[in-house]
């Protein structure tokens, strides 16, 4: 069921391409979804559309309306209580993307635990709430192509953070947050379900959306948009490629 993956809560987290610099994902797409070699059902196959990524901010990081000096504490209340831990700053995030008023910390696989306790427990940060879990694929991000996107939320300061993490689809590992933030279970089943990524230590890392036995992760963009037969109870569906098709 799991590609025989360890699964084992005592699975380590191999620090691999963590310290990678960070690389620009394509700088054209095509189609909608990102898929090829198979039929394309959709009618957005022609569809060619630049990407544009937001570079790593520097200081001043600034902040939103409200809160205009927001990202700044945020880093700075973090670097402090990285380092009562013996951890710095620099060494556990990789980069701060500061876009469209919103702050993301891409933060070191190995560092994640150290990072999001802090982000929890430590008194000018108190991000009590983790409302989600999702991953996103690169395939062209080579030795980084897998990402796990954390969204946080302070509901004593009224602040929001995202939290992201990269591992190489050759050892997707990432620790499990579940005993940090209990409402990640769920989160982290349903993106090792779709994207494959794995949550070392999860209590129970099993599929939640896709049968038991079903082969390979579905939102990867090398995953095939059609052509994958399914059956319920005896009944057989036809692939959407055999259905129908757009000229």
């Known amino acids: 069921m799991n590609e025989g993956v ?5 699975a380590v987290v191999p620090a691999g391409a963590a310290s990678l610099p960070l ?7 095509q189609g909608m979804f990102g898929g090829a070699g198979s039929g394309d ?29 927001g990202f700044d504490l945020v880093a700075d209340e ?16 990789e980069a701060v993307i500061v876009d469209r008023d919103e702050m ?19 008194p000018g940060l108190r991000f009590e709430f983790c409302s989600g879990i999702s991953g996103v694929h690169f395939p062209q991000e080579t030795g980084r192509e897998l990402h796990s996107v954390m969204h946080l939320r302070s509901v004593t300061h009224n602040r929001r953070l995202r939290v992201e993490t990269t591992c190489p689809e050759t050892d997707p590992h990432v620790p499990s947050v579940v005993e940090i933030y209990p409402t990640a279970n769920w989160h982290e089943r349903e993106t090792w379900d779709f994207f494959g990524i794995v949550y070392d230590g999860h209590p129970s890392l099993t599929r939640i959306e896709m049968p038991d036995d ?7 963009k090398d ?9 319920y109870k005896g009944a057989t569906i036809p692939a959407p490629d055999q259905r129908r098709a757009y000229s």
């Open 223 to 231: 995953y095939p948009l059609g052509g994958i037969p399914v059956e």
């Open 104 to 122: 993301t910390l891409m933060v070191r696989r190995e560092h994640l635990t150290a990072v999001v306790t802090a982000l929890r427990d430590e």
């Open 41 to 69: 059902t959709s009618g957005y196959g022609g569809l060619i559309a630049p990407i544009h990524m937001p570079a790593s901010a520097e200081r001043p990081f600034g902040g939103t309306a409200r809160d205009p000096k």
């Open 23 to 29: 690389s620009p994902v394509p700088a054209v797409r």
């Open 6 to 10: 360890d699964l084992s809560k005592d």
């Open 214 to 220: 079903w082969h390979g992760h579905p939102q990867r």
């Open 78 to 93: 973090l670097t402090a209580a990285l380092a009562d831990g013996d951890t710095s700053f620099d060494a556990a995030i």
